[in-house]
């Protein structure tokens, strides 16, 4: 059951851009903060120095600044690409109505509605991540205790311009961009097609259960059950993705960039095949508790922004 907020009417509020923007940015901020130190233990599990010497359980809260720098403009430009794309290439809903002339929410055609979200998010994430890679190569070299804070990890990359030139420090800041571009594409490919499906399948139940109940059912999934269900969705995508996690926190923490293939081939030659596989309980914990707070908090906040509430 939901009602009318004041936010409705608003013009600020009734784009669907600033909804996106707020929305993302509160889900963002929130998740990458509240699972930081998951981040960072999952982050040193990877790391080629090994657990202990690159920090063990101290200091998990290392890099928390370039988190919190990066973590709203990150996920706002992801919702804003997102949900832009699926309101453009998604088909029409409307209304229709049930052999007893009650009204819900259908969609004209929907056979392609997987494919949309794919391409959506595939294309949130190549957006999201001009902001996440600096982040993440200052936020990792600062949790594996190569440098003792943020600061210093961003401050080492700028004063290499001075020696090696512009050009160096934009390659360092952008340092595993191909790989984190390789990693995110196939997660989100998985997770948000898995969640759009969880959140129509739901909604569709509840529909089929109001009709037994002769009452009207909401179209729309509530911030718990977003959550919910898009901790089942990361979690899938976290398993299936996380190989290309560690390639990608090891380019990131070399001392010296190396192409993927070499480091590939490292990998492969002084760690073994099991090495792809570190650090994955963490990950899949980190991303599926991540998911349903990420997706549920955005989920709350965009359905509070547009002018409903939970009841």
């Known amino acids: 059951m939901t009602q009318a907020l004041p936010l409705r009417g608003q013009p600020w509020i009734e784009s669907p851009y600033i909804r996106s923007l707020l929305a993302g940015g509160l889900a963002g901020t929130t998740v990458d903060l509240s699972l930081f130190p998951l981040d960072t ?54 209304t229709l109505y049930n052999a007893e002339g009650r009204p819900y929410l259908g969609e004209v055609d929907a056979r392609n509605a997987a494919y949309v979200h794919m391409l959506a998010a595939s294309a949130g994430e190549v957006a999201a991540c001009a902001v996440r890679v600096p982040t993440e190569v200052v936020k990792q070299r600062a949790q594996a205790r190569q440098f003792e804070s943020s600061r210093e990890a961003l401050a080492h990359i700028l004063d290499q311009r001075r020696t ?116 994955i309980g963490p990950r899949v914990g980190w991303i599926s508790v991540g998911g349903a707070i990420f997706l549920g908090s955005y989920q709350w906040a965009s359905n509070l922004l547009g002018g409903e509430e939970e009841s």
């Open 41 to 94: 233990l999952k982050t040193r599990l990877q790391s080629s120095a090994g657990f202990l010497p690159s920090g063990g359980f101290s200091g998990i809260y290392r890099g928390v600044g370039s988190a919190l720098i990066g973590s709203a403009p990150g996920a706002a430009l992801f919702f804003i690409t997102y949900d832009s794309l699926t309101r453009h290439l998604l088909p029409t809903r409307v």
């Open 164 to 279: 090696r030139g512009h050009v160096h420090v934009w390659k360092e800041l952008y340092r595993g961009w191909s790989i984190t571009i390789m990693r995110e594409v196939p997660f989100t490919v998985i997770q948000f097609p898995l969640w759009e499906a969880l959140k129509r399948w739901r909604v569709a139940s509840r529909s089929a259960s109001s009709l037994h109940n002769n009452s009207t059912g909401s179209n729309k999934v509530s911030g718990l059950e977003g959550g919910l269900l898009g901790s089942v969705a990361g979690a899938v995508a976290a398993g299936i993705t996380t190989p290309l996690d560690v390639l990608k926190t090891r380019m990131m923490l070399a001392k010296e960039k190396q192409p993927m293939f070499t480091m590939l081939s490292i990998i492969i030659r002084e760690s073994g095949p099991r090495a792809f596989f570190a650090g």
